[in-house]
């Protein structure tokens, strides 16, 4: 065994006292001090102020065990407590509720959250060190970024005033203010000496570009560890702001010192995204959401740098959107007439939205999953018993379709009620029972010499040709894919979603794009499907590197609604979908679980404390309560 002595300076000591600790093998024996180590790391914060020759040191949230002479400054200010004692025989110091201290009190200091200590010394107060920066959670970013640096140094930011500054954008400037609100929800005690950070300098070099598929989102964030300003640079105000909420997670609070920080300055960071798309499906016809519980979705998934909502909004349950071509499949398909969207309901949505980068997309799901449209059009449908597939025998069936499919997207690319130039029109689970076994529709097909398979084909490609009309890139459930293969139209985009499937492999080998959310790993109505095993999922397995990126344009995490509304949408999703974000957005080899697991428990949190509510992170079943009393973290 070996005794080591070390000698330490306590350099909160009101006399700086010389300080020996006895080690044996790590473990502490004797520690020969005025306090315990919690104090003294929440000791003097702030620089001392100066009466004549006497220095007053501040003690945060600090009293003494013992020694009051009296109340005899309650109610006072600090100046004139100081005044008091300096009068006072025998007085030391006080505290903030007015009780004046003997010469005894620095050998009894204790923590008090409540009330914070002054005391007489004759030199200035010593800064107080750095925090240390976390031993685990790091980097304390979710998703991982591309590339970064970081050092070791903590940089102050004095919150009270720090300024973001950039060019002339109504955009950019909401955002600044967004983010202002985010990183800075606690009141700091005082603003930090001098050195702490002010300002970020934010350069963006088309603050105009429209939100569509493919534009940058890259960004680089430098932050000195000198106290001068942050620094960031984007292509566009997309890349800017994932810049801020990089930048937001971290700035940490220290409630000790109540005080911002930065851990592991200097930070620079080069980032971007590996996919371009990176979706959340949201499904408005299994339950209607609202439109102020859309927007709660909208403004968590920037959390995570997803930045798209994939917007299921009618399926064979509802019909929730006032169509105004078509009212009247809302008017008799809506579940109530309160639950349904009015155009300016959906345009507020999407405008939301995209004033934050998410971009959002219309699915109408055709020729199945439209039962409810018979209610308000029961010409469309094979038969009162027979509600789909929709009728393919009569020209009234893509009437209705084109009518609608030109309320959505204005019938202009990059117009409309959703600008996207995506448009997702199902073709999933199309069972032709009702076509066959319906006597004018089986004379029909007779008359073109066309199978059920057939006739679902000619469906498909005459609902391609509307949305095509109208400048839409069409994504089509994977079924499109394993009937037609390829003899669709190579610009169609074939999402997997079949359990064990292959279809992004097969079709982005024969050129065409491809979206990856395969049930049973990323289906978030999925609830035993742990964070662990969406983190696992790799959407490039098994295709060609040439093709990952580029013809896989990316995927996401589907909510589909059967048990979900208002109630429970947030936990349900969240903090799921984080796993999901980090692999569509960090480089491929980001893998290590053990890395992503505390960084993901903190991100729960980081959650939590901005009022998402998501659910325990190591959950058995998805959006479950609590166990018990716990963390955060848990």
């Known amino acids: 065994m070996k005794l080591v002595v070390v000698k330490m300076i306590a350099a909160h000591s009101c006399c700086l006292l010389n300080v020996f600790v006895v080690v044996l093998v790590g473990v502490v024996i004797a520690f020969d001090c005025y306090a315990v180590a919690s104090v003294t790391t929440s000791l003097a914060s702030s620089s001392a102020s100066i009466s004549g020759t006497v220095y007053w040191w501040r003690y945060n949230q600090t009293d003494c065990g013992g020694g009051d002479i009296s109340q005899g400054c309650e109610g006072m200010s600090v100046e004139a407590c100081e005044q008091i004692c300096l009068n006072t025989t025998g007085c030391m110091g006080f505290n903030t509720h007015g009780w004046l201290k003997t010469s005894n009190c620095p050998n009894n200091l204790v923590v008090e959250d409540s009330v914070d200590l002054y005391l007489q010394q004759t030199k200035p107060q010593p800064p107080p060190p750095p925090p240390l920066p976390p031993t685990t959670n790091w980097p304390p970013i979710w998703p991982l970024p591309r590339e970064y640096t970081n050092g070791s140094s903590t940089i102050m930011v004095d919150a009270s005033t720090f300024k973001f500054s950039g060019p002339s954008s109504t955009d950019l400037s909401n955002a600044f203010s967004r983010y202002t609100s985010l990183m800075f929800s606690h009141k700091q005690k005082q603003s930090p000496s001098s050195g702490a950070i002010t ?3 934010v350069s963006v070099g088309n603050v105009s570009v429209p939100l569509q598929w493919g534009v940058s989102e890259n960004y680089t964030l430098t932050i000195p560890s000198d106290g001068s300003a942050i620094s960031i640079s984007a292509d566009t105000v997309y890349g800017a702001y994932h810049a801020m909420e990089t930048l937001s997670q971290l700035i940490s609070f220290d409630f000790d010192l109540q005080m911002y920080v930065i851990h592991g300055a200097p930070w620079n960071i080069d980032d971007s995204p590996r996919f371009s798309h990176r979706e959340v499906l949201i499904d408005s016809s299994r339950h209607f959401e609202p439109v102020e519980s859309l927007k709660e979705v909208v403004d968590s998934l920037t959390y995570a740098k997803i930045n798209v909502i994939h917007w299921h909004l009618v399926d064979e349950q509802s019909f929730p959107f006032i169509s105004p071509t078509y009212p009247k499949l809302a008017k008799y398909g809506a579940w109530t007439p309160g639950e349904r969207y009015t155009v300016s309901d959906v345009a507020d949505v999407v405008e939301y939205a995209r004033q934050r980068g998410v ?38 069936t893509f009437t209705l379709l084109s009518g609608l499919f030109k309320d959505v997207t204005g019938g202009a690319r990059g117009q409309g009620l959703f600008p996207d130039n995506m448009m ?45 009309s109208y400048e839409r890139d069409v994504i089509g459930w994977e079924e499109i894919w394993n009937h037609f293969g390829t003899t669709l139209d190579k610009s169609t985009i074939i999402h997997q979603w079949l359990p064990g499937s292959s279809a992004a492999q097969q079709a982005t080998d024969a050129g065409y794009r491809a979206l990856w959310s395969t049930d049973g790993v990323w289906y978030l109505d999925g609830l035993g499907v742990t964070w662990e095993t969406m983190y696992a999922q790799e959407p490039c397995t098994g295709i060609a590197d040439k093709n990952c990126g580029t013809l896989l344009l990316g995927g996401g995490g589907c909510m589909w609604g059967e048990t979900v509304d208002t109630s429970d949408i947030q936990q349900t999703i969240w903090p799921r979908l984080g796993a999901i974000a980090e692999r569509l957005w960090s480089p491929r080899g980001y893998t290590d679980i053990n890395n992503a697991r505390p960084r993901f428990e903190s991100f729960r949190c980081l959650l939590n404390k901005r009022g998402v509510a998501a659910a325990p992170s190591n959950n058995a079943e998805a959006r479950e309560a609590p166990s018990g009393p716990g963390s955060c973290n848990q």
């Not at 199945?368 to 029961?378: D, I, Q």
């Not at 076509?435 to 004379?443: A, D, H, L």
């Open 359 to 396: 971009r959002v997309y219309v699915e109408i799901d055709t020729p199945g999953h439209a039962g409810c449209w018979c209610n308000g059009h029961p010409e469309i449908c094979p038969s009162p018993n027979c509600t789909m597939p929709l009728n393919p025998a009569t020209e009234a």
């Open 199 to 201: 300002s970020a300098q």
């Open 424 to 468: 997702h029109l199902g073709g999933d689970e199309v069972n032709t029972k009702c076509w066959t076994e319906t006597p004018s529709i089986v004379q029909w097909m007779e008359e073109h010499n066309f199978t059920a398979d057939q006739t679902y084909e000619y469906f498909v490609n005459r609902t391609q040709a509307i949305a095509h």
